[in-house]
């Protein structure tokens, strides 16, 4: 069923498992998306930022969510990715968007956890969930760089002040990991994580993670990380495999046959990562 981020991470709480959170660019990936999670029998995050939202339409995004998740029996949660402004969120949850991520880890503390309290108070009227942001994720993202030196990991203290007077759904942590990294890994705090998890209750949200090494994994589910987000490797495979297939078309050949291709690279990709996803011990192949 269309559901929201607060459900499918209080599953993955009593289990002991993740959910990916996959970013869709386009209404031609999703379908695969979704059939992906329902063959692995997960829920599934799919995220949006305001400006693909924008492209496709927030609410023919809702609408497709809400059909494909009912015609699959898979639930799947529509979540808007990194928005810093009121209006598009506003809009998102007007919209139906089950679930948005407010991000104030660029502005002082105290106006973070004002503006994110806001949007829990406008979100949970209307039974949506909130996720907010402490610290700062590195990378590049829709435009937005954050340098080396101007990343700042979250403090475990801050984490406690800023759930307790938000009352976010989930938080986004910074603990080493970047956006948009997808030819390096990451060396993840894991120390951090382990500290804040101990101190806050609230599901853990890693951004950037396709830089994120596969055997880090476990490590990182077993102390409370309960969305987990993997934008970069679709986006650069989808590319990828369009690229080869437009490339070598004869012009009057039906578009399917160059986009069915990329969406089941993104399929495959996502099966993998929620096999990993699902923290059982098993004798898949780890190597992608
Ligand atoms: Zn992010």
Redesign the pocket.
């Known amino acids: 069923m269309y559901t929201t981020l607060k459900e499918v991470t209080k599953k993955a709480e009593e289990l002991n498992f993740t959910v990916g959170a996959f970013n869709t660019h386009n209404l031609e990936m999703l379908p695969d998306m979704l059939r992906a999670a329902k063959e692995m029998g997960s829920p599934i995050i799919i995220q949006t930022s305001v400006d693909t939202a924008r492209y496709i339409g927030f609410s023919v995004l809702v609408n497709v969510m809400k059909a494909i998740c009912d015609n699959e029996m898979v639930d799947g949660v529509l979540h808007l990715?990194?928005a810093r402004n009121f209006d598009d969120i506003k809009e998102a949850i007007d919209a139906g968007y089950t679930s948005v991520?407010y991000?104030g880890s660029h502005l002082p503390f105290k106006e973070n956890i004002l503006k994110t309290r806001a949007v829990v108070e406008y979100a949970h009227a209307r039974g949506v969930s909130v996720e907010g942001?402490l610290g700062t994720?590195g990378g590049t993202?829709e435009g937005i760089h954050v340098a080396e030196d101007d990343k700042v990991y979250t403090r475990p203290e801050d984490a406690v002040e800023f759930v307790k007077a938000t009352e976010v759904d989930a938080l986004?942590i910074a603990i080493g990991t970047n956006?948009g990294q997808f030819k390096s890994k990451t060396e993840v705090n894991i120390p951090l994580l382990k500290e804040i998890d101990s101190v806050v209750d609230v599901p853990l949200v890693i951004?950037?993670g396709t830089g994120v090494k596969e055997e880090d994994y476990p490590e990182l589910i077993n102390n409370g990380i309960r969305k987990f987000?993997v934008?970069t490797e679709l986006l650069v495979n989808w590319t990828k495999m369009a690229k080869e297939t437009f490339g070598a078309t004869e012009v009057n050949k039906s578009l399917r046959h160059n986009v069915i291709p990329a969406n089941e690279a993104v399929e495959k990709i996502i099966k993998h990562k929620i096999s990993l996803f699902m923290n059982v011990e098993s004798p898949t192949n780890l190597g992608n």
Request: proline share 0%.
């Open positions: 990715d990194h991520m991000d942001e994720i993202e986004a956006h951004h950037g987000n934008g």
